[in-house]
Structure formats: structure tokens, C-alpha cells
């Protein structure tokens, strides 16, 4: 299981900074959506240059002109960016064909799809799909495992977990064996970053070497 640092809500020198303190528990950076908007896609090529050994996303969540959004994401250096599962298919086969001309990779967001359409995404293997617990969800009905857990049931792929996990609802989720899991919050707004992630890394481990015992 991989670890994603979600870089959300702060500047490019916080985000560098962040992923600094934690860089040696954590395996992909994500570059989050939040920054993209505020700074663009330069915050993508600063936390490239500042990693340039880590897989950095781009959360563009792209919606529609998905040539220009993964053109520019790709050549900013992101290895991954993510479309929305809602977006029209032309629009998700437009990133897997820009991914594959790039040769990087495409994550398909699946923020409000039902089970028919996750059944309809299936067809696109060669992503990585996020079952997705969105911000507005979580203030309104708190941290859902059960929605995430729900989703798991659809995938077979390769799939991502995210929105508001923490070391609590890791010991559900890690044990249907995401092939990464995203964590925000619960790395960047701990009292100790560090402590954090080292924490969430080493139970990762724990939970995985209890799995191959
Ligand atoms: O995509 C996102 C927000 O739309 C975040 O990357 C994701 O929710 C992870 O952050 P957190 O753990 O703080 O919820």
C-alpha cells in the first residue's frame, strides 16, 4: 500500500516544506487541487523540482478540455493527474490518451457515481480509480469508511482510497488493501507532521506484514 501525501490549503513553500518533514514515510505527492487553483500548475512543476524522485499528482480533477488540463499537467511534471469519474467518457479517454502519449499514469476520481456507472468506469484499467469521500461530505456526515468501504466492493483494479483518513478509520480501510492511500489532514494539520506520518507508515507496514504472515 502506498502512502499520498494530499497537499491541500496551503502555499508551494508550506507544501515543499511539508512534504519535506515527511518525505521519508510517504510515497506519492499530491499536488491538491486546492493549490492547483490558487497557484496553478506551477505548483506542480515546484514540487517536481523539489522531488524530482517522488510520483507527484496533480488533483486537477478534470472535468471537460482534458487534452489542454493533462498536457499542461504532464509537461509541469506531474507522473499522474485525475479526472473526474462524472466527466463525459470522451473527456477519460482523452487523459488515458494523454497519459499514454506521456507515458504517466491517470486516476479516475469516483466522487458521486452510483454502482452502474463505476461498472461503466471499469472499462478504463488501465487507471487507478479513487473512491473519494469528498470535503463537503465529510463536514456534513463526518469521516464515512462505510462509503469508501461500499465502493471497494465495485473495483477490481487498482484503487486509491481518500477524504478525512486517519489512523482510526486506517484499521478498516487498510485491511481491504487499497493500492494507495491518500491522507491530507491527518498529516498536514497533525500537532507533528513527522510524528504522524511515521505513525501511519509503520502501521501500514504493521497491517501488511501481519497480511503476508
Ligand atoms: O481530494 C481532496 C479534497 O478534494 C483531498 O486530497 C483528499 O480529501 C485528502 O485530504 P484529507 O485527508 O484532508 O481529506
Not at 506519492?28 to 523540482?49: H, M, P, Q
Not at 487534452?67 to 488515458?96: H, N, R, S, W
Not at 494507495?180 to 507533528?192: E, F, H, Y
Request: with cysteine; net charge negative; proline share 2%.
Amino acid at each position: 500500500m502506498k502512502i499520498q501525501l494530499a497537499l491541500d490549503r496551503m502555499t508551494v513553500e508550506e507544501a515543499i516544506e511539508m512534504t519535506r518533514q515527511v518525505e521519508d514515510y510517504v510515497d506519492w505527492v499530491e499536488v491538491g487541487t486546492s493549490l492547483i487553483k490558487e497557484f496553478g500548475t506551477s505548483s506542480i512543476r515546484a514540487l517536481k523540482e523539489a522531488f524530482p524522485n517522488k510520483i507527484i499528482v496533480a488533483d486537477i480533477k478534470t472535468i471537460d478540455n482534458a487534452k489542454y488540463e493533462f498536457q499542461l499537467c504532464f509537461e509541469a511534471g506531474a507522473d499522474l493527474a485525475t479526472v473526474m469519474g462524472v466527466a463525459p467518457p470522451v473527456t477519460i479517454e482523452t487523459c488515458l490518451h494523454m497519459a499514454a502519449q506521456y507515458d504517466k499514469r491517470v486516476m479516475v476520481d469516483l466522487l458521486n457515481t452510483n454502482e452502474e456507472h463505476i461498472q461503466q468506469l471499469r472499462q478504463y484499467d488501465a487507471a487507478i480509480f479513487c473512491a473519494h469521500v469528498s470535503k463537503d461530505q465529510q463536514e456534513i456526515a463526518g469521516k464515512q469508511t462505510s462509503a469508501h468501504a461500499g465502493i471497494r466492493k465495485s473495483l477490481s483494479a487498482e484503487w486509491a482510497v481518500a477524504g478525512g483518513i486517519s489512523l482510526d478509520s486506517l484499521d478498516i480501510l487498510a485491511k481491504l488493501s487499497p493500492t494507495v492511500v491518500i491522507i491530507g489532514s491527518a498529516i498536514t494539520k497533525a500537532a507533528n507532521p513527522k510524528a504522524a506520518a511515521k505513525q501511519i507508515k509503520e502501521y501500514i507496514l504493521s497491517i501488511e506484514e501481519r497480511a503476508h504472515a
